[in-house]
């Protein structure tokens, strides 16, 4: 389905009441720069010491950190509209002060990290960067969070749970053409259809707004995009909920990474400064704060298996 086959007054009618809702983020999501309730980390020594001799941090004394500012709550621009905030920004900081560094935030692009990466404009990515096999031919990885997509539908649905291909059989799902969750979602109704069960009926929107009105409409049963982004939806409009989640990687886990330079050593001083996060509960409070704690890994690993090449 198009948006061109919707009116431009109803179309009209979702991106106003979307943006009143954007107002009212506030109530469960801090954007201010100041970040009153950051969560803050302690020096980890085990993590400093394993710092190779031979790195050299991109400014002395400070965690250089490439951050893409895409929306919240995972990386935004906070309401002075120049200083980054998230739960990427929040956790960035957490490893610089393991590590007794100050964090440096360089807001890019998405497509310009990897260059600037390899170029030395900064030590690390932490911008919800995906480990897959091609990717680790170039970079090397310590993960911080699951890499979740979210089944949410109207707030007040019969849908209780989608957990598996069976419990989506036959439903109008709204999904981004060409993305992962679109790939991962044609199994599964093949999977229903094998099992002489109800195809996954796939719908396609160009934007949010007519999306979020097909659902609210009645137009659509369910919708899936990465997690964060439905969490943070859900928290401004008040009137979606999530039934389930589902891994990038499915029917594996895939996770998000702390991206580095191949082979520059500091991939390994990273994992055991995340794990040290992770062990004294600071890991948990930071995802906590963004409302995403269903993105918590038990921890953290150097390149672990990513997504193969498709």
């Known amino acids: 389905m198009s948006i061109a086959s919707w009116r431009p007054a109803l179309l ?49 004394g400070k965690f250089t950190v490439a951050i893409s500012p895409g929306g919240p709550p995972l990386a935004t621009y906070a309401t002075d509209a120049k200083t980054v905030v998230g739960a990427d920004p929040e956790y960035a900081g957490a490893i610089a002060e393991s590590l007794g560094l100050e964090l440096e935030i360089v807001p890019v692009a998405w497509i310009d990290w990897p260059l600037g990466l390899v170029s030395g404009k900064y030590d690390a990515v932490i911008s919800n960067v995906g480990v897959t096999e091609q990717r680790k031919e170039k970079f090397d990885f310590s993960t911080y969070r699951k890499g979740l997509h979210g089944f949410f539908v109207k707030g007040d649905s019969a849908i209780t749970s989608i957990k598996e291909p069976k419990d989506a059989a036959g439903l109008r799902i709204i999904v981004g053409a060409g993305t992962n969750q679109e790939r991962i979602l044609l199994k599964w109704s093949d999977e229903d259809t094998a099992a002489g069960l109800k195809p996954i009926e796939l719908l396609y929107f160009d934007d949010e707004a007519a999306s979020l009105l097909a659902l609210q409409s009645g137009r659509a049963d369910v919708i899936v995009q990465p997690h964060a982004q439905l969490v943070f939806i859900a928290a401004r409009d008040k009137n979606i909920k999530r039934v389930g989640t589902l891994s990038a990687g499915w029917p594996d886990r895939s996770d998000v990474a702390i991206t580095t330079r191949k082979g520059s050593g500091i991939a390994d001083t990273l994992t055991i400064a995340t794990n040290g996060l992770i062990k ?9 704060h963004w409302h995403l704690s269903e993105e918590a890994l038990p921890a953290s690993e150097t390149n672990p298996p990513g997504l193969p090449k498709f």
């Open 12 to 60: 009209l009618s979702a991106m106003m009441l979307s943006g009143f809702a954007t107002a009212h983020a506030g109530d469960e999501f801090d954007l201010s720069p100041e970040q009153p309730a950051r969560v803050h980390a302690a020096k980890n020594e085990a993590a400093i010491a394993s710092i190779p001799k031979n790195f050299s941090f991109v400014t002395p």
């Open 280 to 288: 004294d509960g600071t890991y948990a409070k930071i995802l906590d």
